[in-house]
């Protein structure tokens, strides 16, 4: 079964370092999603592309977030500088284009702010 | 904001049981509901979906219900093995829109 790709599976960085995830959907999935999850609690959306357009990133923090998804396919996600509050998982999904269609998630990576 | 939450936060349960995980939802323009399975270390997994045209709906081993009356949804596991044990959690999506809004979560602990 196909897989959402996502790399590094673990990261520790010091405050005030810049941080870069990398996601690589299903293939023949248009819509790619950012979620962060805090330990104990459901995921949240941080930004969603269609395509190569960013439809939703009202949850993004813009200060110090930036996501892209140049080609369409892959996408990046970094943080500069990172907080101690940035430690969390954080999770890559794709879907299909239409919205009755589930999202995929990958195994995410795991950030730690020291 | 609107959200998704749960009832339980943890359930324990025998082997060979039936599980039940509840959840409520206060969006009413959601017309798709997911559960998900999420085990430690993992992304959440896919289980099972169900849309808001639909009250019931089965697969293997699993059926959720949807009540949007009370805004009520719950998962069923029938015969509950060790291997369900994990985070369960149900997610909405508001119509016309592609995001999911999750809910907390429920730990399911099954023990032999």
């Known amino acids: 079964e196909a897989e959402v790709a996502q790399s590094p599976r673990y990261k520790i960085t010091e405050k005030s370092q810049a941080v870069a995830f990398w996601c690589d959907p299903i293939?023949?999935?248009?819509?790619l999603y950012w979620y962060r999850q805090i330990l104990g609690q459901g995921p949240e959306l941080l930004v969603q592309?269609?395509?190569?357009?960013?439809?939703?990133d009202s949850q993004l923090p813009k200060d110090r977030f930036s996501a892209e998804r140049l080609k369409g396919v892959d996408s990046t996600l970094k943080i500069q500088p990172a907080e101690l509050g940035d430690s969390a998982m954080y999770l890559c999904?794709?879907?299909?284009?239409?919205?009755?269609?589930?999202?995929?998630f990958g195994n995410g990576t795991r950030l730690t702010v020291t | 904001g609107e959200s998704v939450g749960l009832h339980l936060p943890t359930l324990s349960v025998q082997e060979g049981d039936n599980s039940i995980i509840n959840c409520a939802y206060s969006?009413?323009?959601?017309?798709?509901f997911i559960w998900y399975k999420q085990e430690s270390g993992k992304g959440p997994q896919f289980i099972i979906d169900?849309?808001?045209?639909?009250d019931k709906r089965q697969g293997q081993r699993v059926t959720v219900l949807l009540n949007k009356t009370v805004k009520h949804l719950s998962l069923q596991i029938a015969a509950t093995q060790p291997g369900d044990s994990a985070v369960y959690f149900c997610?909405?999506?508001?119509?016309?829109?592609?995001?999911?809004?999750f809910g907390t979560g429920t730990r399911l602990l099954v023990s032999p």
């Open positions: 999904a794709s879907s299909f284009r239409d919205s009755n269609s589930p999202l995929h």
């Open positions: 293939s023949g999935h248009a819509t």
């Open positions: 592309f269609q395509d190569e357009s960013v439809v939703d």
């Open positions: 969006n009413s323009a959601s017309d798709y």
């Open positions: 169900i849309r808001s045209n639909m």
């Open positions: 997610a909405e999506r508001e119509t016309g829109f592609q995001k999911l809004v």
